[in-house]
């Protein structure tokens, strides 16, 4: 994943570029940069590792490395960024959020055509940021060269682009999977994937960019480069997990959203009449709390939290490349609150199930110290395809999914041509599913949230998101 923030304004930008792109940490874990433009130096970049440090620690000493009335700054889970390049339409430092599925047969493609080169990474690796200002630079113009590489890559690619002359011009994914959001105030614009971003810093929503639009900020002015495109498949996935409680996106809250999913699975399990001997719901923290919130509200049952993360010390459980040390960190975080756990029902809502082996974890530490049974419930449907739009999964192996490995060890490979009975709960399949994972990880029962739900939950027309990891429609 990642995010990304930038500002121009009439003072010194560094201070709110600084802030604005801290406040997207949660949604990458590996690379971190800043570019800025000043008038008498030109542009600066800074970027640096940030798996082991938080951004704030790695930059704190940005105020007097850079500085500029226009900056931007990226959070990535995989390329160094931003790039600063030189082309045929100026010097420019470059950003961008989104996957590029087809990378290869484009760099072919534009070797073959222009006998040019590309920096190579470890292994001969294209950095897929210099691939996008390959393509933008094709072009006469930023918004003719955008909309180029937009057309060209087979993914999503909203991308974020500090001038050599100091303007920002900002472009969101041609079918609006991921939000950009234009934000104001009396010194200056700022552009920014989360909104409570831009708000914490004293700016107010100008506009959020629709489906492919294209627009130039300057300190005092907005200009429209390319119009928005009617169709839009903005990702579920952001309410459900990725997006921070407190941002809201095409005018939905995450943590509301995350309330009504809750209540949404406590009417389902009322009306089947599941789990009725509950003496607690909890969340397995951080995101699936206030999916588990809202249940215990609907439900009636008790909230507590039975074991809390330890997050001081411990970084996020998914940073490491291997999965034995995922498991390790997540070990290591969950600290047990025995009176909530020890002879108890409990029924916990996770935000979804992937891979399932760091749940297996948790609840057999949740038994280890003495759960009488633990029920479990997705906020999200069975996830049946690896995200080819914006790398939310970095499964490379679609059999990595749990959902999965399940169908082919019931049925093999015939299972896949009936992906959607296995879904659906109320199927034969869908039991069988649901049965045989409670007997692998030991759940009391499983039942997962439907597309229907999260729709409802989401509150927007289905044809405007994209279910792709559920339904393979994206």
């Not at 008498?40 to 704190?60: A, C, M, V, W, Y």
């Not at 969101?172 to 009396?186: A, N, S, T």
């Not at 130039?216 to 839009?232: A, G, H, R, T």
């Not at 249940?295 to 490349?321: D, L, V």
């Amino acid at each position: 994943m990642g995010g990304f923030f930038g500002a121009v304004s009439k003072s010194d930008a560094i201070y709110d570029v600084f802030f604005g792109t801290d406040y997207h940490s949660h949604l990458g874990t590996r690379r971190a940069g800043m570019a800025a433009f000043d008038s008498e130096i030109g542009l600066q970049r800074e970027i640096h590792n940030i798996q082991n440090s938080p951004f704030r620690t790695k930059f704190d000493d940005v105020f007097d490395e850079m500085k500029g009335n226009a900056a931007i700054g990226c959070i990535s889970d995989f390329e160094p960024q931003p790039l600063i390049m030189r082309s045929n339409i100026g010097v420019y430092a470059i950003c961008f959020i989104g996957k590029i599925n087809n990378a290869e047969s484009l760099i072919k493609q534009y070797l073959a055509f222009t006998s040019g080169h590309f920096s190579g990474m470890t292994g001969g690796k294209v950095n897929n940021t210099e691939l996008v200002a390959a393509l933008i630079n094709q072009k006469n113009t930023f918004a003719e060269g955008i909309k180029f590489a937009q057309l060209s890559i087979d993914g999503a690619a909203s991308i974020l682009i500090l001038t050599g002359d100091g303007k920002i011009i900002a472009a969101r994914d041609r079918l609006g999977r991921l939000p950009v959001h234009i934000g104001k105030k009396e010194d200056g614009y700022c552009v920014s994937f989360e909104s409570f971003a831009y708000e914490k810093l004293g700016y107010q929503l100008e506009k959020e960019l629709g489906p492919g639009e294209i627009v130039e900020i300057c300190s005092d002015s907005m200009v429209q480069l390319s119009e928005p495109q009617k169709e839009m498949k903005i990702c579920s996935f952001l309410w459900s997990y990725y997006g921070f409680p407190t941002t809201s996106y095409e005018g939905v809250n995450v943590e509301v959203m995350r309330y009504r999913n809750g209540e949404i699975l406590a009417k389902s399990d009322i009306e089947k009449g599941n789990a009725k001997d509950i003496d607690y719901v909890g969340g397995v923290p951080d995101s699936g709390t206030p999916h588990a919130i809202g249940y215990a509200n609907e439900s009636h049952h008790r909230f507590a939290r039975a074991f809390i993360k330890y997050t001081p010390t411990w970084a996020r459980s998914f940073i490491p490349n291997k999965q034995a040390e995922r498991n390790k960190i997540a070990k290591m975080k969950q600290i047990p609150v025995h009176d909530l756990i020890k002879d108890k029902n409990l029924l916990f809502v996770d935000d979804s199930i992937v891979r399932g082996t760091q749940l297996k974890g948790t609840v057999d530490f949740l038994y280890n110290n003495g759960a009488k049974s633990v029920h479990m419930r997705s906020a999200c449907p069975p996830i049946m395809y690896s995200c080819k739009y914006l790398n939310f999964s970095t499964a490379n192996d679609e059999m990595e999914l749990i959902a999965r490995r399940v169908i082919m060890e019931l049925e093999g490979e015939e299972g896949f041509n009936y992906i959607d009975e296995y879904s659906d709960g109320s199927t034969e399949r869908g039991k069988n599913l649901r049965k045989y994972i409670c007997e692998k990880f030991n759940f009391a029962s499983l039942e997962f949230q439907s597309i229907d739900g999260i729709v409802e939950a989401i509150g927007l027309p289905k044809e405007c998101l994209c279910t792709y990891c559920w339904d393979g429609k994206g």
